[in-house]
């Protein structure tokens, strides 16, 4: 199991387990005031934006075109931080991942 830190829209922060083979998005979008995700994880429509702790952008996969096309759209879009949640697979190197859910659009 992989611990994720969270910060919601309210400035809570949430230590989430999550399970190795799914998205960070799956593991974050059932709590309070976090991604919504209307796409369900399809790279569709940037509803699970999330920015990424700065300690922790070089550990991620890199971006798509699609997810940085999508990104780039939104007013809170971070050159550095921003990625979508649906995008970012859990592994067991992302134990401890820090993420901040991006403000709702």
Do not use: K, Y
Request: net charge negative; hydrophobic share 40%; charged share 30%.
């Amino acid at each position: 199991m992989v611990q994720l830190v969270v910060t919601d829209r309210d400035g809570n922060v949430v230590e989430v387990d999550a399970d190795t083979g799914g998205s960070v998005m799956e593991s974050i979008r059932d709590l309070d005031a976090s991604v919504e995700a209307i796409c369900g994880g399809m790279c569709s429509c940037a509803t699970c934006h999330c920015l990424m702790d700065m300690n922790w952008v070089e550990h991620l996969p890199p971006r798509s075109d699609d997810e940085l096309e999508l990104l780039e759209e939104l007013e809170a879009f971070d050159p550095v931080r921003s990625r979508l949640s649906c995008q970012i697979p859990v592994t067991d190197d992302l134990d401890g991942l820090a993420l901040t859910v991006g403000p709702e659009e």
